[in-house]
């Protein structure tokens, strides 16, 4: 009872990932058709001469996801600086001395 409850719980887990596996293999998406061009050119598997597109595809990947979450919450960052020196400026002009 408790194999068949992991093997559950695998099955729910990997059904992302095999969805996603079967999408590639039989979508002719334009998404698909780069991914499938990365990793399998023609169809097959690649000759060693032309294993540069999988050294690309890694490192394009590494970069990005990588960098795209930092990049995404320094953009968020510095929109919340902006409305916080924003909000200062009308905390400043609403207590501003009637003198000057």
Do not use: N
């Amino acid at each position: 009872r408790g194999r068949l409850l992991l093997k559950r719980l695998w099955v729910i887990g990997a059904w992302p990932w095999l969805s996603w596996r079967s999408f590639l293999a039989t979508s002719k998406s334009q998404v698909s058709h780069m991914v499938r061009w990365f990793i399998l050119p023609d169809g097959r598997l690649p000759k060693p001469l032309e294993m540069y597109r999988s050294l690309l595809f890694l490192i394009f990947g590494s970069i990005l996801s990588g960098m795209a979450p930092w990049l995404l919450l320094g953009a968020i960052c510095g929109e919340m600086m902006i409305w916080l020196a924003l909000q200062l400026c009308q905390v400043i002009r609403y207590f501003k001395s009637p003198f000057d």
